[in-house]
């Protein structure tokens, strides 16, 4: 089975433009979105496995389509 996200099939730029250290235990979100809200539970390579906190769902991205989130988007 394939899992594809919108992003792939819609063919949208997540990426970041900027260089930023992702680790362990970080809360981050993908893209320009500030939700969904997600936990990183390990990095690896390119590659960064995220949970989500509200369903606690797995993914796992490419490493510069997350973003860590900032103080005020974090509540």
């Known amino acids: 089975m394939l899992n594809l996200s919108y992003a792939d099939v819609f063919s949208i730029r997540l990426q970041r433009e900027y ?7 970080d809360k981050v979100r993908t893209g320009n979105n500030a939700f969904p809200h997600f ?4 990095v690896h ?4 496995w995220i949970r ?3 369903n606690s769902q797995d993914s796992v991205v490419d ?3 997350v973003r860590k989130i900032e103080g005020q988007l974090a509540a």
Do not use: C, F, P, T
């Not at 260089?19 to 235990?25: F, K, L, Q, T, Y």
């Not at 936990?39 to 390990?42: D, N, P, R, Y």
């Not at 390579?45 to 960064?48: E, L, N, Q, R, T």
């Open 63 to 65: 490493l510069d389509r």
């Open 39 to 42: 936990s990183v539970m390990a």
């Open 45 to 48: 390579g390119d590659k960064v």
């Open 52 to 54: 989500n906190l509200q």
């Open 19 to 25: 260089d930023e250290e992702i680790r362990v235990g």
